[in-house]
């Protein structure tokens, strides 16, 4: 039974399945049986080998066929069998009693138990003796050269082929002959070159899995294994077979060669495939089974003294590197001034990288020592590293590749190695090499045309193997793996020198930063605490509840204190970005927050968006005032009543407010204007230029606000906002909340009177049944001795002082905590206290409110009833997150 001919054409020839050909080599024969042992498929000359007919022993157990002391030998190294590519191997078996013994070879194949034998040849060696004897030969090469062409030798005299060559592969899948033993008088292929097409990446994929195969006789007839399909349609894989036929395409090519028998054996070195012994014999030939196990035996074993010596002069160069790394480093340490001199910079790197020049590139300016390309093309070069080289050491021996018209400079420089030593700007160091003019020889025109082959039009094996000569040019010695990794080394090196010297120049900028971010801190917290000490002094100087105006004043104390908070949230945004753009959003949430409890009844939206601090400042006051006007007169003052607060940009990029109310009593146009209104309607036109439209209809008020877009920042692609700037969930309470401090005493550590009272009054608000206040560390740690609060609320700055011994002490008894500040993001915590809640000044009833009860670890109560849960940063804002 004929197997169908496999077309093969232009468009699968580098794809050629030649692992499941559906065929193997006259030499032997093949049987696969399923996981119990039954036979599944056979070769179509087994009855050539064993006297049995395919048809009589498809579907029969193999005990049918085989002795029994055969097949438990077979089964005891099937058990041995470790790993996807194993295979074992039997020598002289007797498979069927009166036949001849048999090699054997035994791997696993999807579920298939593959067996492939062929005559023994008789041969009996001590295998271990020989490979030791070729091994030491080879041990005794002084340089690789050396080593290749002894092992070529090696290969030769064991399988008695008429050339033997060590076949290097390239990077680019192209390989050179660089080792060779061949019969006198039939030339030599040393030196020469072959282009990766002569070898697929299929090939070079089986030669990784199976390191041995053999080609006996190009012109002999293949023979199918029958049925060629399994019940799922499938057919065998021969990854692993020894007998395996052979590709159309291949057997061409070895018959243009003039070569009949062939035999490859890979050499594997660090996992990869480094190359191959490749055979060929000018008539047929195939060593006997036992020769080749010890060839590819030997091939393992000159696969690793290979990887020894690779490894051993990568280690004696990396070596000499780190040397002249440390000599940088030394000399670099005790004169500064080297670095401004690119010839000695030059000197040192080119004693690890051979180069022709140097050129160093460094914030736009540049130096150059030896060969190097013309002024304007380096900084072509610069550029186009840019796009390339990302950060890590670039090299190529063809800049042409990378930049239009390097052709014009490859005399001086055609190659280069670039080490990035910064990120932004990025600096070089470009090391160049000039252009190696070389004859290659390859076996053969390494473009392969297209022609009518014997498979039809499709990509044919070159008709000729004489020397074919190209001239490269344009070209330079190419940077190596291990000049590679010598480059990165040198990389950290020059960065460290780079960086050192920049901390030097920019010691004094940091110094400078570091000075003016804490006079930030300082005038933002003085700020604060003035805010907080006006709010302390008009509350203070309200009058008792009996005397007669009094309810007048109070209602005017809350107005102040209404819009000096206003003032004190829209600060504390600003400062938080270090007075810069601050999000419109977090304007918002805070000053509505601050007043409305259901969060339902007014609603926001429109796109992120940053204000500059003069706009912040302004539109807190308006959005102040209107949100209280609209809690006591507006749709916020009855339970019906809705509010939105919509905003876009218009053509120009100014942005448009758009404030609208309903559902709530009939309007009336105010028959005087007070300071509410006041701000409302021209504090936008006065302070930003802007423009403000108000509308008293009777269902509803609406307003339309106009800012300049000179006010206005939009963030970034992708931007979403810290948490912080997230719209809040309006938790403050508008009614006092409960007396959650009922019966407690408190420990209040607070430096200023005002301030101090101020937040006695609140915590006293909250059910506190005594408040003792303390103004120094002394003070407060006496207070706790003499008798212990229930819980804390430490003012973390304390004149030139803080609070944090106080904070230990009150940790070590157990007695719940947490602190205060005005400086907001810059307030920095012991680590034992960096969980602690953080209450930004100046206080507030509700803030210290939801701080109790985050700290006593009750639930807070719902929405617009009373505290919700504070957001526990602390960078000191209290905002509630949802």
């Known amino acids: 039974m004929n197997e169908p001919v496999r077309s093969v054409d232009l468009t699968n020839c580098d794809r050629e399945p030649i692992h499941i050909l559906g065929a193997i080599q006259p030499i032997g024969f093949l049987i696969a049986l399923t996981s119990d042992w039954m036979i599944a498929r056979v070769s179509a000359n087994i009855a050539d080998h064993v006297g049995r007919e395919p048809d009589a022993l498809l579907g029969k157990p193999l005990n049918a066929l085989f002795a029994g002391q055969a097949i438990h030998d077979l089964r005891n190294r099937t058990i041995m069998l470790r790993g996807v590519d194993a295979v074992e191997r039997l020598f002289d078996l007797e ?47 002084a340089d690789l050269p050396a080593f290749f062409r002894e092992g070529a030798r090696q290969v030769r005299g064991l399988t008695e082929f008429d050339r033997v060559m060590v076949y290097r592969f390239a990077p680019d899948g192209s390989g050179e002959v660089v080792g060779e033993a061949s019969k006198h008088g039939i030339g030599t292929f040393l030196g020469l070159r072959y282009p990766a097409s002569d070898i697929p990446q299929q090939a070079r994929e089986l030669y990784k899995r199976n390191l041995l195969r053999v080609i006996a006789d190009v012109d002999a007839s293949s023979v199918p294994i029958l049925p060629s399909l399994d019940p799922t349609g499938r057919p065998l894989d021969l990854s692993l077979s020894m007998l395996r036929s052979v590709s159309p395409i291949h057997i061409e090519y070895l018959r243009n060669m003039g070569v009949r028998a062939s035999l490859s054996i890979s050499i594997i070195v660090d996992g990869r495939l480094w190359g191959l012994f490749a055979c060929h014999h000018y008539s047929p030939r195939c060593p006997s089974f036992e020769r080749r196990a010890v060839s590819e035996l030997f091939s393992q074993m000159f696969s690793m003294r290979l990887e020894r010596r690779e490894r051993q002069e990568h280690v004696a160069y990396e070596r000499r590197a780190r040397d002249v790394s440390d000599q940088l480093l030394g000399a670099i340490a005790s004169n500064e001034t080297l670095l401004q001199d690119p010839d000695w910079l030059a000197d040192i790197l080119m004693r690890a990288l051979p180069a022709d020049g140097m050129g160093v590139w460094i914030a736009g300016s540049y130096a150059f020592s030896g060969v190097t390309p013309p002024t304007d093309e380096f900084r072509r070069i610069i550029r186009a590293l840019n796009g390339t080289a990302a950060g890590k050491v670039f090299a190529t021996d063809h800049i042409g590749s990378i930049l239009d018209g390097a052709g014009s400079f490859a005399s001086t420089a055609a190659g280069l190695l670039a080490i990035p030593i910064s990120r932004s700007p990025r600096d070089y160091v470009v090391l160049f090499r000039s252009e190696l003019v070389r004859a290659v020889r390859w076996g053969g025109d390494p473009h392969k045309p297209v022609e009518f082959g014997p498979n039809g039009p499709r990509l044919t094996p070159r008709q000729s193997f004489e020397e074919w000569k190209e001239l490269v040019q344009g070209k330079s010695q190419p940077f190596s793996p291990a000049e590679l990794r010598v480059a990165e080394t040198l990389r950290a090196t020059l960065i460290e020198v780079v960086l050192r010297l920049a901390d030097e120049a920019t010691a004094e900028r940091q110094q400078a930063s570091a000075r003016q971010e804490l006079l930030i801190a300082e005038l933002n917290h003085r700020v604060r605490n003035i805010l907080g000490v006006i709010r302390g002094l008009i509350r203070q100087s309200q009058p008792p509840e009996d005397p007669a105006g009094a309810q007048a004043i109070r209602d005017f104390v809350r107005l102040v204190d209404g819009r000096i908070h206003a003032l004190a949230r829209a600060h504390n945004q600003i400062t938080d970005d270090h007075w810069g753009p601050a999000p419109m959003q977090a304007l918002i949430d805070a000053e509505t927050a601050a007043i409305v409890g259901d969060k339902e009844r007014l609603t926001s939206e429109g796109k992120p968006l940053l204000l500059k601090p003069q706009a912040y400042s302004t539109l807190a006051l308006l959005l102040h005032e209107l949100v209280t006007n609209s809690t006591k007169y507006g749709s916020l003052s009855v339970p019906t009543g809705r509010t939105r607060l919509g905003w876009h940009l218009d053509p120009r990029g100014d942005l448009i407010l758009q404030w609208s109310e309903s559902d709530g009593p009939p309007v009336k146009q105010p028959r005087r204007k007070g300071f509410g209104t006041t701000i409302i309607e021209r504090s936008i036109a006065y302070d930003l230029g802007g423009a403000a439209e108000v509308n008293y209809a009777l269902k509803g008020i609406t307003a339309t606000f106009r800012i300049p877009a000179r006010h206005v920042v939009e963030p970034k692609p992708g931007y979403a906002g810290p948490a912080r700037y997230k719209r809040s969930a309006p938790g403050h309470p508008q009614a006092p909340p409960s007396q959650i401090l009922k019966g407690q005493s408190v420990l209040l550590v607070e430096d200023s009177l005002i301030i101090a009272l101020d937040a006695e009054d609140i915590l006293y608000r909250l059910g506190a049944d005594s408040v003792v206040t303390a103004a120094t560390i002394e003070a407060a740690l006496d207070a706790i001795e003499h008798a212990c609060p229930a819980l804390a609320l430490l003012d973390i700055n304390l004149g030139d002082r803080n609070s944090f011994p106080i904070a230990h002490r009150l940790h070590d008894l157990g007695i719940p905590l947490f602190f205060a500040t005005g400086y907001g993001e810059q307030a920095q915590l012991p680590m034992e206290h960096r ?48």
């Open 95 to 141: 498979l069927v009693a009166g036949r001849p013994n048999f090699d054997v070879a035994i791997h696993l194949s999807e579920g298939n138990v593959v067996i492939e034998a062929e005559p023994s040849s008789g041969e009996h060696r001590e295998s271990t003796g020989v490979v030791r004897s070729m091994i030491a030969r080879l041990d005794q090469c």
């Open 835 to 882: 969980s602690r809640i953080v209450v930004q000044k100046p206080y507030t009833l509700e803030a210290v409110a939801r701080a109790v009860y985050e700290l006593i670890g009750e639930p807070a109560p719902a929405e617009g009833t009373a505290a919700a849960r504070p957001d526990t940063r602390a960078d000191g804002s209290t905002s509630t997150l949802r």
